[in-house]
């Protein structure tokens, strides 16, 4: 195959370009030289008008296999990217089943959040309720005590003033057997 395409800068041919374009006109020498060769390797006997058709035929076989080898990577190329995207969806699906559980998980959290902080009023006003309570006990407390105090000078006045009257009935007793 390579005989028939000339071996000068279409080296770097890819294997794409072969397939959109047909081969370049052989030259002149390269004509003379392929019916050498085509002579040399003739041992079926045909004649010459019968080799550039069997030529056209691989030709032909040649393209027909590189098209079907260019349909395959096409194809390939078709899964490849039909795989592609059934993965990014399914990434996609991954990615949205995680966001909604952040979502739920940041709703309940939200929620203890709140729950936590009602706590937290509840016990500042109870705090603050217990500590105005205690102060009012405190007060209570002392008044209780005040009161106490007041009642123990009450009661001494009361026996200071019992013994007085007492000391007051004996001597107005005495002073009476006095002056009698």
Known sequence: MSSYYPRTKDLTRTRKSLTESPPPSPSPTDKNYRHDRLSRYDSSGESATDKPLG?????????????????????????????????????????????????????????????????????????????????????????????????KILTELKSDNQRLKDENGALIRVISKLSK
């Open 55 to 151: 030529r056209t035929s691989s030709y032909t076989r040649r393209e027909t296999r590189l098209a079907a080898l260019n349909r395959q990577e096409q194809d390939s190329t078709t899964k490849d990217y039909k795989k592609m995207y059934t993965e990014a969806l399914h990434e996609n699906e991954r990615l949205k089943s995680r966001l909604q559980d952040s979502k739920q998980e940041l709703a309940k959290i939200r929620s203890q959040l709140e729950k936590v902080t009602q706590r937290h009023d509840r016990i500042s006003e109870r705090s603050t309720v217990h500590e105005s309570e205690k102060r009012e006990k405190q007060a209570l407390e002392k008044r209780v005590s005040d009161m106490e105090e007041e009642l």
